[in-house]
């Protein structure tokens, strides 16, 4: 990654950093114009997989990274950083509840984003006061797919690429 690429990303960030906080709490599409995935050199890192066998869904975690202990539902997992608990990654799946039982419950997103396998989805930025996540989520027949980055805004344009490469990575088992 050149030292252009990481200047040019970082002033985004505090150029988006700044109109959150200006207009409150906010979602944002992801649309950090330049900033993606493939700048992240993801043959430095040794990796991990994280399969959940019950929703059928996989993706690469940093090796050192912590696992916390899984709900007894197996619907999910969360890992930390080794150097920081308050960066996250948590991923999860559920059924989606069927219109005839709640009318009017799917929220329609327009997918903006399309993993490596090609499924598309919805891939957010959201900015808090403390915390900054990037959340990716996806559909595919009943099941509804989610994972999420996240970590304290002073420390989230460390850890943007990471993420972004995670969540391009992510698959769902045919």
């Not at 709900?71 to 920081?84: E, F, M, Q, T, Y």
């Not at 005839?100 to 808090?128: R, W, Y």
Request: glycine content about 4%; proline content about 5%; charged content about 15%.
């Amino acid at each position: 990654m050149s030292t252009t690429t990481v200047k040019t990303c970082s002033l985004k960030q505090r150029i988006y950093t700044k109109i959150i906080s200006i207009s409150g709490k906010t979602a944002l599409l992801l649309s950090l114009w330049s900033c993606t995935g493939s700048s992240f050199l993801a043959p430095k890192v040794t990796w991990n997989t994280y399969t959940n066998s019950r929703y059928g869904f996989e993706f690469p975690y940093p090796s050192n990274w912590n696992t916390l202990p899984a709900k007894a539902n197996n619907d999910g997992i969360l890992l930390v950083s080794p150097r920081n608990n308050y960066v996250e990654i948590r991923a999860w799946a559920g059924y989606q509840i069927p219109e005839s039982i709640a009318p009017n419950s799917k929220a329609t997103h327009n997918p903006n984003f399309k993993t490596d396998q090609g499924v598309s989805g919805v891939l957010l930025v959201e900015v808090n006061q403390q915390i900054t996540s990037m959340s990716l989520s996806l559909t595919k027949d009943e099941v509804q797919y989610f994972w999420q980055g996240r970590s304290q805004n002073e420390e989230f344009s460390d850890y943007y690429h990471l993420f972004y490469y995670i969540a391009y990575q992510y698959r769902i088992q045919e």
